[in-house]
């Protein structure tokens, strides 16, 4: 968890520094100057903030309320740091939006006892909307494969896979959890594109095949800004699942690693299903064809890494792939 302290007296940004550092799993951001903390914010969202009141150009009262102004810092904990006269100012700051007070000289273990209990405070926070994150975005994901009556079981099989994919990399259980969860949503665009184009059991014309081309676009405008880990992913998965390794894919022309990760394992997952599926304008093919072809997109479509994890863990995909096969019956 991320702790921003912003003092201009150096000896106490070490001090506050040092107390925050010894905190477990939890990083120190330091800055000696409000404007400079303020924009950090403004593309940051820190889990705990300290500040201040008397630093120059702007105190720490004006610090708080551009904070509270910001609507992903709302509710952000905020300790303010004051001498023991200065009721007036802990009443304003209470006004204005601070959650509670230190006493300089800060006495260490109050200190950490405090910040400790805010930033439980503020983990069980991130519980509470992680599990309404994760409510979304099965709601959207069933929406999704509503329009798209023909991809059958497909999500389901694909987050699976992404999840398995994540485990040969070693990303830790939160990071397959939380991907097994966003993949499902890598099509959530499509809920924008027209039905005679969704749903045309042919080819697609060039110039239907351009509006199809906009489905990851328009799924991250549905995700965009939000502060939550879940969503945020999901977003980069339904922006980034058809880019391609080498830089030839969509919408962006993104190359190697500027592809975010989750979405080069979607893109793996996703289309091992589609090519071993059986959809209106093919056939299903043969695995030993899908993993010809995908072998032969190796550091082209798809990242070798992540093809290689995929490659490992073949035995468990197979698993899945019969136990989800579309002609199966939902386990009850």
């Known amino acids: 968890m991320t702790v921003l302290i912003v003092d201009d007296n150096p000896a106490n940004l070490m001090v506050l520094r040092h107390l925050v550092g010894r905190i477990d799993h939890c990083e120190p951001v330091t800055m000696q100057d409000a404007l400079a903390a303020l924009a950090w914010c403004r593309n940051n969202t820190p889990d705990l903030i300290l500040t201040d009141y008397m630093m120059p150009g702007m105190d720490g009262l004006a610090l708080i309320q551009a904070l509270r102004a910001m609507p992903h810092i709302h509710d952000i904990p905020i300790i303010m740091v004051t001498t023991s006269d200065m009721k007036g100012v802990r009443q304003s700051a209470l006004e204005g939006g601070s959650t509670d007070f230190l006493t300089k000289p800060v006495d260490p273990p109050e200190t950490r006892a405090r910040i400790q209990n805010l930033l439980q ?25 509503s329009r798209d009556p023909e991809t059958g079981r497909h999500i389901e099989r694909m987050a699976y896979y992404a999840r398995i994919i994540a485990s040969g990399l070693q990303l830790g259980l939160e990071i397959e959890e939380r991907i097994f969860l966003a993949a499902p949503m890598h099509d959530i665009g499509k809920v924008a594109i027209p039905d005679h184009i969704l ?61 975010p990760l989750a979405a080069r394992i979607v893109a793996v997952a996703d289309v091992f299903d589609a ?57 009850s």
Not at 135 to 144: K, T
Not at 220 to 227: G, I, N, V, Y
Not at 279 to 294: G, T
């Open 275 to 331: 090519l071993t599926s059986a959809r209106p304008y093919k056939p299903a093919w043969e695995i030993s064809r899908a993993l010809d072809f995908m072998q032969s997109q190796r550091g082209v479509h798809f990242d070798p890494a992540v093809l290689d994890a995929f490659m490992v863990s073949l035995e468990q995909v197979l698993d899945i792939q019969a136990r989800l096969r579309d002609d199966a019956l939902p386990e």
């Open 121 to 145: 405070l503020r983990r069980a926070q991130r519980q509470l909307r992680e599990v309404a994150a994760q409510d979304l975005v099965i709601r959207l994901s069933h929406i999704a494969e």
């Open 199 to 259: 749903l045309k059991p042919g080819k697609l014309t060039p110039e239907e095949f351009d509006i199809m081309k906009t489905h990851p676009t328009r799924g991250a405008e549905f995700l965009q800004d939000s502060e939550l880990p879940l969503l945020r992913m999901a977003y980069d998965i339904a922006l980034g699942h058809h880019e391609k390794f080498d830089g030839s894919g969509y919408p962006s022309g993104l190359r190697g690693e500027a592809i």
